[in-house]
């Protein structure tokens, strides 16, 4: 029995001699394993977006290169995010030239924080390829949409400014001969429509040199059909004195609005011989008719296509005395 107590004693005192400097070496060691396994190399691959720097300014990019890489990286700090998270592939255009580009990518492509190592790139070139740079004037053609109301129609339309400025590599920008606008939509309308619109580009290679949007006028009006006025007195008008007509009336082919069809007589039309049309001189000579719109009610909804015949001889006596 004594001899287990006298056992269990030096035991005790083994392990509790100088207790602090054990746990103080355990404390050492924990630390230095720690340490030891923070600075494990870690790989992760990341997808990195690709800069272009010092492109020629009188070249443009004209494909679709690659715009991102996928970059396996070492590091043993890939478990802080702000280590990684501003990696660009640069690719450096200043000894580029017209045509295509096969660049490699290396790991100076990349601005690295430190602690970091590039093991991998995919894909390891990027292809750019180059036109030289060019800048034209188009046309702007209006774009609308849908029909206006039961007998109206689009009478005309307009675009301010008529014309626009593009810019961009050669092989993009020769495909443009107009660019139409944004779509407008005139149905069921009445009225002409006037908006500001944009003039949307479809390429992402071509730039449009034009800020603001684009003053589109769509004239829309009522819709006109034929109506033929027979047999129009000709009158004379501006001659002093006597005169004489080879023929004394003329017909009006002329389009009258859907509404006012009906209302449309000859007395709102005049034809006539303006007297400063007409020569000096007694013999009979050949004058172009004039035509004159009488009634107000038709100042806008009537339009005079052709008189026929186009011109009338008359004969003013007293002429060339």
């Known amino acids: 029995m004594s001899l287990l107590y006298s056992m269990g004693s030096a035991l005790r005192r083994t392990l509790f001699q100088n207790a602090g400097l054990k746990v103080l070496s355990l404390f050492i060691g924990f630390s230095m394993w720690l340490l030891v396994s923070s600075e494990q190399q870690v790989e992760r691959i990341l997808e990195v977006p690709v800069e272009i720097i010092n492109k020629p300014a009188?070249?443009?990019?004209?494909?679709d290169f690659v715009k991102s890489v996928?970059?396996?990286?070492?590091?043993s700090?890939?478990?802080k995010d702000a280590a990684v998270k501003n990696l660009v592939a640069t690719l450096d255009l200043h000894t580029a030239h017209e045509g295509e580009n096969v660049i490699a990518l290396e790991p100076r492509n990349f601005r690295t924080p430190s602690g970091i190592k590039i093991v991998n790139i995919r894909p390891a070139t990027i292809t750019v390829v180059l036109d030289p740079l060019q800048r034209k004037t188009v046309p702007v053609l209006v774009k609308y949409t849908g029909q206006p109301a039961e007998n109206f129609e689009v009478r005309g339309v307009a675009a301010v400014p008529s014309r626009v400025g593009i810019a961009g590599p050669s092989s993009h920008v020769r495909n443009y001969t107009e660019l139409p606008t944004q779509t407008v939509d005139i149905t069921g309308r009445q009225q002409t429509l006037v908006q500001f619109v944009n003039v949307p580009l479809d390429s992402p290679f071509v730039t449009l040199e034009y800020?603001?949007?684009?003053?589109?006028e769509i004239r829309i009006q009522e819709r006109m059909v034929p109506v033929i006025l027979n047999r129009l007195p000709v009158q004379v008008r501006g001659v002093s004195g006597g005169y004489?007509?080879?023929?004394?009336?003329?017909?009006?082919?002329?389009?009258?609005?859907?509404?006012?069809?009906?209302?449309?007589?000859?007395?709102d039309l005049e034809i006539y011989i303006d007297g400063a049309d007409c020569m000096p001189s007694s013999d009979f000579q050949d004058v172009p008719l004039r035509y004159r719109i009488l009634n107000p009610a038709f100042a806008n909804a009537l339009r005079v296509e052709r008189i026929v015949p186009e011109k009338v001889a008359i004969r003013i006596s007293g002429a060339g005395n």
């Open 77 to 79: 700090e890939l478990g």
């Open 211 to 216: 800020s603001n949007k684009v003053r589109v």
């Open 70 to 75: 996928l970059v396996q990286i070492q590091s």
């Open 58 to 63: 009188s070249l443009e990019i004209s494909n």
């Open 244 to 267: 004489r007509l080879r023929r004394q009336t003329a017909d009006a082919r002329t389009s009258v609005t859907v509404s006012l069809r009906d209302r449309l007589t000859a007395d």
